[in-house]
Nanobody
Framework: QVQLVESGGGLVQAGGSLRLSCAAS????????MAWFRQTPGKAREFVSG????????KQSESVKGRFTISRDNTKNTVYLHMNNLKPEDTATYYC?????????????????WGQGTQVTVSS
């Protein structure tokens, strides 16, 4: 059974940092592009960052560029999102997603597997 399990969310003050983790099982992790999306109630799910299968290509949305860093450890079947200089507008539920497509896609429908989400709340 495929499972993506996010962890590391919480409450942090503006300017602070968090590291999110997503542990995958039931898939060949190294054959999956991994990505992070975020969503607030009533709004569309938004691409945050993605990383290629081998970790050599990364993409970030303009809103988080320079502040967030995605990485993966294929020996641990885990993808991370290091979030620095957090802002109140970063408050959302953050979801891990996986796809065997080759490109680091920024469109949610291309991702096949999703985690349950972890809440990030940034206070001002």
């Amino acid at each position: 059974q495929v499972q993506l399990v996010e962890s590391g969310g919480g409450l942090v003050q503006a300017g602070g940092s968090l590291r999110l983790s997503c542990a995958a099982s039931g898939i060949v992790f190294s054959n999956n592009v991994m990505a992070w999306f975020r969503q607030t109630p009533g709004k569309a799910r938004e691409f945050v960052s993605g990383i290629s299968k081998g970790g050599t290509v990364t993409k970030q949305s303009e809103s988080v560029k320079g502040r967030f860093t995605i990485s993966r450890d294929n020996t641990k079947n885990t993808v991370y999102l290091h979030m620095n200089n957090l802002k109140p507008e970063d408050t959302a539920t953050y979801y891990c997603a996986a796809t065997t497509r080759e490109n680091v896609d920024e469109i949610a429908p291309w991702y096949v597997y999703w985690g349950q989400g972890t809440q990030v709340t940034v206070s001002s």
